[in-house]
């Protein structure tokens, strides 16, 4: 039996470039496949192999003293979902633009942040509080095309480094004063950006522990969440059951699917959300029409 595991640990390491080394020999003995990323700020990773495995990697991870108290996050999957074991060093644990000035770390994990909350609470704080809780996206715009929060707040970004000129734009001043829950896939970039957040006016924040993983855990698709979840291996997407909705709309027909494809023009690569039946047209597999026409000028000067 194969699973895939997921996990962050935002806390001070003082040689990233020797956990590296620690972490890659670990999981070659164990055959696991995936990636790590390795920097002063802490440990993020996604790693898939068979089940006896990944519990051997957990049990010897953990006896790293700051590593001891991770949250760890198993999903359906497997090691071939990933081309190889990835691990490397980076100024920055999660890719935001010059976000290590943003934020700092301790042994307890970012200082500043929202304040943690289980997905039970969910419940408990919109059961009270009703149109005052607010659901706002963490992650980049397309992910919310195929699943989110219902009535999410989905900011306009398409990398990380978009967040902070959305912040600090005026379009989110109605919601500043209201419970705001960020989300997004691991709980790891929720992390800074609630962080981001407080720092921007914004007064009483929120991150779910664990993020939609752990939610999914609990509630699956009988709860808030709908739609699938965007995941960055080849699976490309998952689902918490088999009562998922399909909310993601086809670029070309407006069919319903949750199936992205890399735009066919290799120096676009943008994610293109197209169905299975507008799949075949070779024509359809473009992001939009002008990448389709560089693509054909292209290939007729060769």
Not at 121 to 126: G, P, T, Y
Not at 145 to 165: C, E, L
Not at 202 to 231: C, H, N, P, S
Request: hydrophobic share 35%; with cysteine; glycine share 8%.
């Amino acid at each position: 039996m194969q699973k895939i595991l997921l996990y962050y640990k935002f806390t001070p390491l003082s040689d990233p470039d020797a956990i590296k080394l620690w972490q890659k020999s670990l999981c070659d003995s164990l055959n696991l496949r995936g990636r790590i990323l390795v920097s002063k700020q802490g440990l993020n990773g996604t790693v898939g192999g068979d089940l006896d495995d990944l519990k051997a990697y957990v049990k010897a991870t953990k006896q790293y003293a700051a590593f001891k108290d991770i949250m760890w996050k198993w999903s359906d999957g497997a090691r071939d979902d990933f081309p190889r074991m990835s691990v490397k060093t980076r100024r920055e644990l999660v890719g935001f633009q010059n976000s290590e000035d943003e934020f700092d770390v301790n042994m307890d994990g970012v200082i500043g942040g929202g304040t943690h909350i289980k997905p039970k609470q969910i419940h408990e704080l919109i059961e009270q509080y009703g149109d005052d809780v607010v659901f706002f996206d963490g992650r980049n715009a397309h992910e919310a095309q195929v699943g989110k929060f219902k009535n999410a707040v989905v900011p306009n970004t398409n990398t990380s480094r978009d967040f902070i000129a959305e912040l600090e734009s005026d379009k989110y001043d109605d919601i500043k004063d209201k419970k705001v829950i960020t989300y997004c896939t691991g709980g790891i970039r929720c992390e800074v950006i609630s962080s981001m957040m407080k720092k921007r006016g914004f007064t009483d924040v929120y991150q779910i522990d664990g993020g939609i993983v752990k939610y999914g855990e609990t509630y699956g698709d009988d709860g808030l969440w709908e739609g699938a979840l965007r995941v960055f291996d080849q699976r490309m997407t998952m689902n918490f059951s088999d009562r998922a909705v399909t909310i993601g709309e086809c670029t070309h027909c407006g069919g319903k699917t949750s199936n992205f494809e890399n735009c066919a023009h290799m120096e676009c690569n943008d994610l293109v959300l197209i169905c299975e039946d507008c799949k075949q047209n070779s024509d359809l597999l473009f992001h939009t029409r002008e990448c389709q026409s560089k693509h054909e000028a292209k290939t007729a000067s060769l």
